[in-house]
């Protein structure tokens, strides 16, 4: 089986949903906050800018990977 992505009608429109994509993932996509990123989440909870709610369940996220391109 060979995929091609030059040839996917939805190119760059739904890679994130891309079954393909979903299966060649080698992490999960979210992922429990570092140190910094939860200071940082917990000083916005501490200035009201989002709820105790939110920054608890806050996760950070891999975005999926978009390959470069050539220009030239």
Same mark, same amino acid.
């Given at each position: 089986?060979?995929?091609?992505?030059d040839?996917?009608?939805v190119? @760059?429109?739904?890679?994130? @949903?891309?079954?393909?994509?979903?299966?060649?993932?080698?992490?999960?996509?979210e992922?429990?906050l570092?140190?910094?990123?939860r200071?940082?989440?917990?000083?916005?909870a501490?200035?009201?800018?989002?709820?105790?709610?939110?920054?608890?369940?806050?996760?950070?996220?891999?975005?999926?990977?978009?390959?470069?391109?050539?220009?030239?």
């Amino acid at each position: 089986m060979q995929i091609d992505c030059d040839s996917c009608p939805v190119r @760059e429109r739904h890679c994130a @949903e891309c079954m393909v994509t979903a299966l060649l993932q080698l992490a999960p996509l979210e992922l429990r906050l570092d140190d910094d990123e939860r200071a940082a989440v917990d000083a916005l909870a501490a200035l009201g800018m989002v709820s105790a709610g939110e920054a608890a369940r806050a996760t950070a996220r891999i975005e999926p990977w978009r390959p470069l391109r050539s220009t030239g």
